[in-house]
């Protein structure tokens, strides 16, 4: 895909690292705002890349929004290896 200015594109994604610092709710509006949501990590090639990408903190859009399910910003559950 054709990414905005100073996006990342990767498997037919396009990513922003933000440097504003802000938390979770917040990154989780702006992500919004943009027609974005927060990481979701596919599969573990995925977040190898992004752990060498970002060399400080950053949000990931996962959830738990029950107290015992973890929900994926794309409505995916994480079973341990999504």
């Known amino acids: 895909p054709r ?3 100073q996006w990342v594109a990767y498997r037919g994604s396009c990513y ?3 440097k504003e ?3 979770w709710h917040s990154s989780r509006q702006s992500c919004w705002a943009q027609g974005a949501h ?3 990590i596919s599969d573990t090639s995925e977040m190898d890349l992004f752990k060498s ?3 400080g903190c950053f949000w990931i859009g996962l959830r738990n929004s029950t107290g015992s ?3 994926w910003e ?3 559950t994480f079973n341990g290896t999504k």
């Open 69 to 71: 399910v973890w929900i």
């Open 3 to 5: 990414c905005p200015e």
């Open 16 to 18: 922003s690292f933000s």
């Open 53 to 55: 990408i970002q060399t």
């Open 38 to 40: 927060l990481l979701v």
């Open 21 to 23: 610092k802000k938390d």
């Open 74 to 76: 794309d409505g995916s």
